[in-house]
């Protein structure tokens, strides 16, 4: 009984030992053979080409408060149509995925004739060859650091630096920060509010009406009423845009929709109260308080449009670059003494694996059962690969 309890740790001391011996017995190919790969793997290291990496840093342009931001409570919806196109969560992550856009890529690859220099057929592949040799990340604090690799140091850096110029001309075509994304929204309204009032102011001066035709009519109250329009229109604005980024539930919403409603009450009793027109003068009082209410509308956003305009002037969209991309001294790649080492280890790791699966087999042509299973296996092996 004692035989038999103690007969698996014999076998396990036994076949740690033959482990053993079979290290022993191979400790030259074991010792020698990784040295010869890493020696080789070091002298083929010096026959490749050096490659330098050059480095800038730069602070992207930041998402502030502007001053007008606090003022867009008076235009409500127009407020929050614009707040809402404006949220941006990590900004510097969009900025990231702009350097690798292809309108990035194109403009460096014509610039530094790349398609040439890294021997690409199709602009595709060149794209391909330079986003390999381009590492951009962005920190904690914001900063984005950009690397690139390149066999001429100068390039590199040369490189290096053309992406933040490229990234600098892009955010001039687009609008990323919320001053510029408001500039955009007040100048297509204030385009197009434009056109409207023009058309209203001539639409005034064909009538052949002056001014002193109105004389019994008081014109303030035409004007409290057309302003008044232009009022419900910015809530209408307002809710429409509410709608997309907000619930019916929400209270903002609720609050937004009650204003509109008091609003649009106050438009139906001063539309009671507007003064009637004498005879011949009702296409000019249509008209007129067609002006006004345009009129109205073109100041409210004649005046958040040149807000939006200071508060982008101020902000800037401009790219800080902390540190410019200088010519590397010493090159980064290869780093011979690293591929020597992991060259002898991976030698090493094969030719251990490659001694203990041999001893095994030499040890299993000695038991006839497992003799004759190799045996199966070989005559398996040839008649797959089609042998006699």
């Known amino acids: 009984m004692t035989d038999t309890t103690h007969a698996p740790e014999s076998e396990d001391e036994i076949s740690l030992l033959d482990l053993l011996h079979t290290v022993v017995n191979n400790l030259r190919l074991l010792i020698i053979g990784p ?3 890493g020696l080789a793997a070091l002298g083929i290291s010096f026959a490749v080409p ?5 480095t800038v840093k730069f602070l992207p342009p930041q998402q502030q408060q502007s001053a007008a931001a606090s003022m867009l409570a008076s235009l409500g919806g127009l407020g929050g149509l614009a707040g809402a196109a404006a949220g941006l969560k990590n900004p510097a992550d969009q900025y990231l995925a702009f350097m690798k856009s292809n309108s990035v890529q194109d403009e460096l690859i014509e610039r530094f004739k790349l398609q040439e220099r890294y021997e690409t057929k199709f602009k595709e592949d060149t794209r391909l060859a330079l986003t390999v040799n381009t590492r951009a990340s962005s920190g904690k604090d914001g900063i984005i650091t950009v690397q690139i690799d390149d066999k001429d140091p100068k390039i590199a850096a040369d490189l290096a630096n053309a992406h933040v110029d490229e990234l600098q001309k892009l955010l001039a ?10 500039r955009a929204f007040f100048e297509k309204q204030l385009t197009q509010v434009k056109e409207k009032f023009t058309e209203a102011e001539q639409a005034l001066r064909a009538t052949g009406v002056s001014s002193s035709v109105l004389k019994s009519n008081p014109t303030s109250a035409l004007a409290a009423v057309a302003g008044l329009k232009a009022q419900v229109t910015v809530q209408e604005v307002k809710v429409g845009a509410m709608r997309g980024y907000l619930a019916e ?6 609050q937004a929709m009650t204003e509109l ?6 438009l139906v009793k001063q539309e009671k109260d507007e003064p009637a027109a004498a005879a011949g003068q009702g296409d000019y009082v249509a008209k007129f308080r067609e002006f006004k209410y345009q009129e109205t509308l073109f100041e409210l956003f004649a005046r958040q449009f040149e807000m939006a ?5 101020r902000e800037g969209a401009v790219i800080q670059v902390l540190d410019a991309a200088q010519p590397p001294e010493r090159k980064s790649k290869p780093k011979k003494a690293l591929i020597a080492i992991i060259a002898t280890l991976t030698a090493g790791i094969a030719l251990l694996l490659f001694v203990f699966i041999r001893q095994a087999l030499r040890n299993g042509t000695k038991d006839e059962q ?3 299973k190799l045996a199966q296996i070989k005559r398996s092996w040839n008649e797959a690969l089609g042998k006699a």
């Open 35 to 37: 040295l010869v790969v």
């Open 50 to 54: 050096p490659s330098f990496t050059a």
């Open 173 to 182: 075509r687009l609008a990323v920060t919320e001053a510029q994304q408001r």
């Open 249 to 254: 539930t929400a209270p903002d919403f609720k």
């Open 261 to 266: 409603a008091n609003l649009r009450a106050q």
């Open 309 to 313: 305009k200071v508060d982008e002037s």
């Open 370 to 372: 497992t003799a004759g």
